[in-house]
T-cell receptor, first 109, second 111 residues
């Protein structure tokens, strides 16, 4: 069974703090991993992709991948109220994209 | 590029009626995905096409649901007959390589 699991949250952090979002997946034959952001009432939008073990940084966002532990995370530094959204982890199982349930993040001013 | 286009954006219908949702993927994208999103079940993959061919429809909930992709620029998801439990937001996404681009979604309400 292919599964992608996330802490459903909600996660609340103060403005300026680091938000840490976590995701685990159940199938080892997975080569690509994604984080999507979804604002309420909107469609998911891609914010990060990662393909190899280690860290990938893009502005205030850092994705971390550990294939041995089947674990992928997203760190948001200097969190802003505009980062308040649901964050979806997605894993591509050979062109079969599966999403986690999402973690709702609230950044409080 | 206009992005993925979905229509209608909102649909309200009565139980038992046929519903057809439409999607125009981004030009040049070779894969198309249909998802359903509800509060209870999150984002669920219903079916995906690669080069207009259905690859995996194991997520289609039952025979009331059907999807077609007659050409590279158009796909439909049909529910016949519709039921109140089909109420959800239905997203279409197209893909070039690994990156998926989502349409704005169709909010379906079945009364």
């Amino acid at each position: 069974q292919k599964e992608v699991e996330q802490n459903s949250g909600p996660l609340s952090v103060p403005e300026g703090a680091i938000a840490s979002l976590n995701c685990t997946y159940s199938d080892r034959v997975s080569q690509s991993f994604f984080w999507y952001r979804q604002y309420s009432g909107k469609s998911p939008e891609l914010i990060m992709s990662i393909y190899s073990n280690g860290d990938k940084e893009d502005g205030r966002f850092t994705a971390q991948l550990n294939k041995a532990s089947q674990y992928v995370s997203l760190l948001i530094r200097d969190s802003q109220p505009s980062d308040s959204a649901t964050y979806l982890c997605a894993v591509n199982f050979g062109n079969d994209m599966r999403f986690g349930a999402g973690t709702r993040l609230t950044v409080k001013p | 590029d206009a992005g993925v286009i979905q229509s209608p954006r909102h649909e309200v219908t009565e139980m038992g009626q046929e519903v057809t949702l439409r999607c125009k993927p981004i030009s040049g994208h070779n894969s198309l995905f249909w998802y359903r999103q509800t509060m209870m079940r999150g984002l669920e993959l219903l079916i995906y096409f690669n080069n207009n061919v259905p690859i995996d429809d194991s997520g289609m909930p039952e025979d009331r649901f059907s999807a077609k992709m007659p050409n590279a620029s158009f796909s439909t998801l049909k529910i016949q007959p519709s039921e109140p439990r089909d109420s959800a937001v239905y997203f279409c996404a197209s893909t070039m390589g690994d990156t998926q681009y989502f349409g704005p979604g169709t909010r379906l309400t079945v009364l």
